[in-house]
């Protein structure tokens, strides 16, 4: 699938984006991949994420969470974006729980989901598009 990419000049790299679960796999991912396919990730409240490997990581992530995620603390992620560096990102919505952008709860919720989508279409942007023109 790379190839196909490469050859219609989408991109020369691809992005991983997870949530939850997902999220804390872009990191494992990543680690692994050491840049060979991915060029960005973006990670979204992710869990079960093993801080020990984000050291390996050698491609910015994104971080989008809220400040309000008992399944995913803030701390844990400043953490973990200073371990990568290479202009990794995290963004927090205050007040937002575990799984606010793609199940919101209220208007305000919906409005903060819409921002952090926002946001990680910017960031593929910025990371993936922009860098074939």
């Given amino acids: 699938m790379v190839d196909e990419f490469l050859a219609i000049g989408i991109s020369k790299k691809l992005c991983l984006v997870g949530f939850c679960f997902g999220g804390g796999k872009v990191i494992d991912v990543l680690a692994r991949d050491q840049g060979a396919y991915f060029g960005i990730g973006v990670s979204f409240y992710g ?70 989508f926002m946001i990680m279409r910017n960031w593929l942007n910025d990371g993936l598009v922009a860098l074939t023109k």
């Fill in 47 to 116: 869990t079960r994420i093993d801080p020990s490997v984000a050291s390996d990581i050698k491609v910015p992530v994104l971080f989008i969470s809220g400040d309000n995620d008992p399944l995913c603390p803030v701390n844990v992620l400043e953490n973990i974006e200073k371990s990568i560096g290479r202009g990794s990102r995290l963004v927090t919505f205050k007040g937002r729980g575990h799984g606010f952008a793609h199940r919101p709860q209220s208007a305000e919720e919906d409005e903060d989901a819409e921002k952090a």
